[in-house]
């Protein structure tokens, strides 16, 4: 069962079409187009060499004025994840079309290692030490990166931030270590926010860790999280078209239930373009604060620790000390089992109060659901809309 749930996809325009909707074999750049948005890929490259790939929705679809300054926003996508997160169900449902047609420069980002951040200046992908990276790295350099590209790029000094999953607990250790992120980016919204997974209660990651199957992985030399996808795409899209309860019930086992709100017609479409890999490093680094109920870096063993951190045991990161200068805003949800109802309130009680400025609990809500769930656009997003538009005009234009 714990293949089925690793599966690494990669886009190939050999595969027809299984599921009957075009947007399972469709790229990122052409499911935007199709629905009648502009999108540009960017490239940004980290300090430590890592090619990421950035997609940009530059307007919606009825303010098509691109040489008119628009107010940048980066989505981030959470762990296994992609940039296509963001754009799964129609633009009316969408987060990112929902904020292109707001008035928004929508900026998504892929953190390395997945399907569309296979790149490197130096290190081929075939290489181990190309793997070599957690979500340590994507929090020190993917986040700071891809924010400051976009400030360049744009011309614009601030963006507000809005991550999901990883792309939550990446930026609680990037706001925390690095001190410009709270000038570049002042506001963060969290959706499904992860600190800690101290009371994780998903089997797949739970079950992964007690079992130490990251561990045993690294033993048989395995760096990507899967090594080969290409293999498997077909595989489990006719898996889904065949059987979609049973497709669900794979990626709950991993992602926790969403069947709840999610639209299951378009699993097609999801299993086209998810789970988008990895590092096997990565997931090691999961299961290790599984185990150990706290965030830390990641464990390189006493002497691999002496070598990175001159101490026996990797530092914890003092989420307390969170930049008073970033506004924080939550939405978590009762029914998920990632970023645990428990978990969230810990990491609640430990921010610095000054910083949090929202939270919201819904109550019916899983991990999936704040980005795939067919009501989402009612229950959350015009309040992240409106969140953005408080802090971040979208007339605002600093040259």
């Known amino acids: 069962m714990i293949w089925l749930l690793i599966i690494d ?11 009957g909707d075009p947007d399972e074999n469709r790229s990122f750049m052409e499911i935007v ?15 430590d060499g890592y090619i990421l790939q950035v997609f940009r929705i530059r307007n919606g679809r ?21 940039s296509i997160t963001w754009i799964i169900n129609e633009p009316s449902e ?26 490197h200046t130096s290190l081929p992908i075939t290489s181990p030490e190309f793997w070599r990276f957690s979500f340590d790295e994507m929090g020190w350099f993917d986040m700071p990166a891809t924010i400051n590209y976009i400030r360049e790029f744009t011309g614009f000094a601030t963006l507000p931030y809005v991550g999901h999953s990883e ?37 797949g990651l739970a079950e992964l860790a007690k079992l130490h199957i990251d561990t045993l992985l690294e033993v048989f030399g395995e760096n990507r999280f899967l090594p080969t996808p290409e293999k498997l795409r077909e595989i489990f899209i006719d898996f889904c078209v065949e059987c979609d309860e049973c497709c669900a019930t ?36 999961w299961a290790q604060d599984v185990r150990n109920k706290q965030l830390q870096m990641f464990d390189h063993g006493p002497v691999g620790n002496m070598e ?24 978590s949800g009762g029914l998920d089992e990632l970023a645990d109802p428990v978990d969230v309130q810990d990491l609640v009680n430990v921010l610095p109060a000054e910083s ?20 989402a656009h009612i229950t959350m997003y015009p309040t992240v809309v409106s969140l953005i538009q408080k802090y971040f005009p979208n007339s605002q234009h600093n040259e």
Request: aromatic share 12%; with cysteine.
């Open 308 to 331: 990175h951190y001159h101490q026996l045991y990797p530092p914890i990161y003092n989420v307390s000390n969170f930049p008073t200068n970033v506004k924080i805003a939550l939405f």
């Open 9 to 19: 996809v990669a886009i190939s325009d050999s595969i027809p079409s299984i599921g």
């Open 94 to 119: 969408s987060l990112a079309y929902i904020l292109a047609d707001a008035g928004y420069d929508v900026w998504l980002g892929n953190n390395r290692g997945n399907t569309y951040s296979t790149n």
């Open 250 to 285: 794979v990626v709950e086992f991993l992602c926790g239930k969403h069947r709840g709100a999610f639209n299951d017609s378009r699993m097609p479409v999801v299993a086209g373009h998810e789970p988008a890999g990895t590092s096997v490093q990565n997931i090691r680094h």
């Open 356 to 375: 949090l400025i929202y939270w919201q609990k819904i109550a019916d809500y899983a991990h999936l659901d704040y980005v795939w769930a067919l009501d």
């Open 167 to 203: 792309g939550t607990i990446q930026a609680f250790i990037g706001y925390t270590v690095n001190s410009s992120l709270a000038e570049w980016a002042p506001l963060f919204i969290g959706v499904g926010p992860v600190g800690n997974v101290t009371h994780i209660t998903n089997n």
């Open 62 to 82: 009825s303010n098509a004025s691109p040489t008119t300054p628009k107010q940048p926003v980066l989505l981030q996508h959470g762990l296994l994840d992609s």
């Open 33 to 47: 187009n199709a629905h009648g948005y502009p999108c540009e890929n960017h490239f940004v490259t980290t300090v």
